[in-house]
């Protein structure tokens, strides 16, 4: 990574977050640096958000759903471009930044102009005042017994001491900052995209393994099937629930959840094909698990195929110590007809995954209802051959999966590299 100098001469800031400073930078109180903005709201203002990232907004150059909207816009201010505006109930996570847009917000904002414009550049306070939260100072200066309970008002910041240095070193950071951030972030969205690709490449594969086979030059026969295209000659089309030696569906009650005990799958664990365990982490009581799993214990291998929320999901049982949680059905599959593995992967493929969008049900969440499952079919070589495209793909997945953790790996450390330069630019650790 680059290095940059330091300056020569440092003090003491006496502000416990910040530590030492440039020697030449001075100290003020923040009501001093900012007042508190009234400006009132016009008809034409749209409303204006400040995201955990730092940008401030108009709503609609973010997107176009998912805010909870104020019914009666009560106690709303107006927000002017350039003003600097900290979202109070979510600043402990970044909420903190510079409007680029006239608009309007919620009275649970902060809205402040400078009291001298020549002595202070907001960009570079929005910027600082971030770093003082992503350190865990307003949790110090707001305590709360619940995170999301922490509010930051003006009164709270204003006895504050913060840094002043010169306001031309000010804008030399911030103009720093925004060539080399966005230097950043073109290097992390073109790893991005190397990782979308890589994710197309991973289902190309899975999808001509299990619907060509291996053999270029095989011959093909027409499937038989509206939905499903030609099909290698020895190949047959299998109905799911036909070849399968058990089907068990879990939905129903929602099983009492506690702090610790079995670990409970639910569909959001059944990820690219595999359970993941950390992305939720639910549990049932022990003394509960054999009235849970009446219908059927899993075993390793079972097929665990998820009806909603999302639909289509799938994995193989890797560990028995588990319940299933409703929406996941699973299905112990007759391994004289169906290799597991390559159940799975079939059903991960792109012919798979296209019938059930068409099967579908559902307004809010997409869904399968039980009824439609006979419908689920498989397009199933003899069984040694499917043990053999199961071995071509695991080891191509391998190959790209190697590639793709190093970018993902790369992005972290671009992320992080971001973060370390914003916070040693802001807090005089490097020299302007």
Not at 12 to 22: A, C, E, F, N, R
Not at 74 to 83: A, E, I, L, W
Not at 228 to 233: F, G, L, Q, S
Not at 372 to 388: F, M, R, V
Request: net charge neutral.
């Amino acid at each position: 990574m680059i290095t940059f100098s330091p300056y020569e001469h440092y003090q003491d800031s006496q502000i416990s977050w910040l530590g030492k400073v440039p020697k030449h930078w001075n100290f003020k109180k923040a009501k001093y640096l900012f007042r508190k903005s009234k400006i009132p709201v016009r008809k034409q203002d749209g409303v204006v958000t400040a995201y955990r990232d730092g940008e401030v907004t108009l709503r609609t150059n973010r997107r176009a759903e998912g805010y909870t909207v104020a019914i009666l816009e009560q106690g709303y201010q107006g927000v002017r471009k350039g003003q600097l505006v900290i979202n109070s109930m979510d600043a402990f996570a970044g909420a903190i930044g510079v409007s680029d847009s006239d608009g309007k917000c919620s009275p649970e904002y902060v809205v402040c102009d400078p009291v001298h414009s020549d002595e202070v550049e907001p960009r570079y306070y929005a910027l600082l005042i971030r770093e003082m939260a992503l350190r865990n100072y307003i949790q110090v200066i707001c305590p709360a017994v619940r995170q999301r309970a922490l509010r930051i008002r003006y009164n709270s910041l204003a006895p504050l001491f913060f840094p002043l240095p010169p306001c031309e070193e000010q804008r030399r950071i911030v103009e720093f900052l925004d060539r080399k951030t966005a230097e950043i972030d073109d290097e992390i969205a073109t790893k991005q995209r190397l990782i979308e690709l890589l994710q197309e490449q991973k289902a190309i594969l899975i999808n001509q393994a299990v619907t060509k086979g291996l053999d270029p030059n095989v011959s093909m026969r027409d499937s038989g099937v509206s939905w499903i295209n030609d099909i290698p000659e020895k190949w047959t089309v299998l109905p799911l629930t036909k070849y399968v030696k058990s089907v068990v569906d879990y939905r129903g009650k929602t099983p009492t959840k506690v702090d610790s005990g079995v670990f409970l799958v639910t569909a959001k664990n059944i990820k690219n094909g595999s359970i993941d365990y950390e992305v939720s982490k639910e549990y049932v009581p022990e003394n509960k698990y054999a009235e849970i799993m009446s219908r059927g214990s899993p075993k390793k291998n079972d097929l665990l195929f998820t009806t909603e929320a999302p639909l289509g999901g799938v994995a193989l049982v890797d560990r028995e110590d588990i319940a299933l949680a409703q929406r996941i059905i699973k299905f112990r599959l007759d391994e004289q007809y169906l290799d597991a593995r390559f159940t799975r992967y079939s059903m991960l493929s792109f012919y798979f995954q296209s019938f059930l969008s068409t099967e579908a049900t559902g307004s809010t969440a997409q869904g399968i209802k039980a009824s439609k499952l006979h419908k689920l079919k498989i397009i199933a070589p003899p069984i040694e051959e499917q043990e053999e495209i199961v071995e071509f793909i695991d080891q191509g997945l391998a190959q790209i999966n190697e590639i793709y953790e190093r970018q993902q790996e790369i992005i972290d450390e671009l992320i992080n590299f971001r973060q370390i330069l914003i916070a040693n630019s802001v807090t005089g650790k490097i020299k302007f």
